[in-house]
């Protein structure tokens, strides 16, 4: 046996959140870990015991373990006590001695998982849009799509009101909408031939409705043969309404070779624009996320600035993350991975039947919806591109255990089960956004929420049954539910303490035997301790999210 003592040093003592960090940080040794106060020594892998001991602050304790990895053990959980836990503006990096056996980065700032899983889940959604229109850039004709959303982003980019607008397939129709002019790309190897693809039986198909003729968009470095060459129509009388070619031909932004490479994955151009694209998801995912962290920190008493603050590094993490994710599942689109998830998606669509593939493609769709035959094939390759936006956002959330385990630090079951939580919190988040989509953007943000929060406990609750922690067999049912409805209901202190207050004078001999003869003891453990939750959150202030310029006033002192 191994032990160290110590003394309590922040302000609030060990209440509900640092007594679940010490037990996340205990439950990752082998070993027995206890904890020594007051005359009393209590298991130091239960919350429970832990914040029934009054640990304030001042309190000399004891930390002592039994097992392999005692003695890192107890000089890890030391080093977190002597860091306040990340409070009062401390930070501990666990790591920092050699004889750690585990990594611990804790941080205040964490976003809550609630707010993260929501906000990855959101960028994820829209993610899904971005892929299943970009799947035709792995076509034969892939480069043309593929210079239409690039000219589109540039466009954007450089404070343009611009649009696609072909994606509705209709005859004649502009591809893209530039400050109200109608345009037309056409992306070909030779500038004659882009005109000539302006044209059937001599005549001129692109008009707009008052009779004029659209704008056509020509590689940047093809524009002065694609001028010759129209000009020599217009004067043989093909096209109407226009004298001089350099009306209507118009310079595209990107050249014929850059749209190409755009179409293709590993490239610099497909990763530039990949990277581009993917900030105004990362905008989205990172502003969702920030709001939920306001609001959190606020309950959580903290003051205005200090919320801010916190805010905005949870909206950069979020944010950081749903853009890296784009950027992968850009480029699994364009290696042409979705083909592969074809028969699946197919097989899955056929189940839904026309009608409920026709609701759901229709959500995403601009202008005349579809149905029957159309719907179904539109919806397949809308399932697709949810499941490659699915897979990134799990891939770069799982980025840090995939490292732990090439160091030693995870096992593979650890890292499997965390994978599995992961995915299933953002899955549950995009399927929520999905069917919240018809009722708009609070119907999509209201789904997502629930959906993830639901899916992870799902999630959580079928691994616990299959896999076993590192260093643990299973946490006491009443403990994990405790755990879990602090997470799920964003509890801070005083709300944590109140309920573990009720709660410990609801429970008796005749719950518990209750508890014992259900069918599924830890969905009785939740909804008891969530009967006593719900009335306690429903009593919180209502939030007022920070304006503009105060959320660039906070970004400007967190960047500096």
Known sequence: MFELTTTIENKTGIHARP???????????????????????????SILMIMSMGLTKGTEITIAADGPDEYEAVKTLKRLVDSRFGEEGYFVDLEEEEESAEGFHFSNNEPSRGAKNTGLAQGAFVGTEKVYFEEKFHGSKGHGFAAERANDLYDRMTGKDAHIVGDDNAKNGADRLVNGANIQSKYCATGSKCVQECFHNGEFRYYNRDGSPMQIEVPADKYDDAVRAMQSRIDRGQIRGVKKAEDIIRKGNVTYEQAKNIAKAGTIES????????IKIGAYSGGISAAINFAVCIWNGESFEVALENSVKAGLQVGGMAWAGSIVAGQITKAGFNTMLIPASDALVKAMGPKMSAHLVNAFREGTSIYGAAAMKSASKLLRGNAVTGIATVAIMSAGDVINILRGRISASQLFKNVVNSGAGVAGGIGGAMLGAPFGPVGMLIAAWLSSTAASKVSKAVTDEIIEDDSKKMCKILEDEFQTVSVDFILNKTEADTIADKLSKTLDGDTLKDMYASKDRPQFAYNLIAEIAEPVAESRQHIYLPSTEEYIDGLKKVLA
């Open 271 to 278: 990763l530039t624009y990949d990277a581009i694209d993917g």
């Open 19 to 45: 007594a679940s960090v010490f037990v996340q940080t205990a439950s990752k040794f082998k070993s027995k870990v206890w904890i020594k106060a007051k005359g009393k020594r209590v298991d130091a892998k």
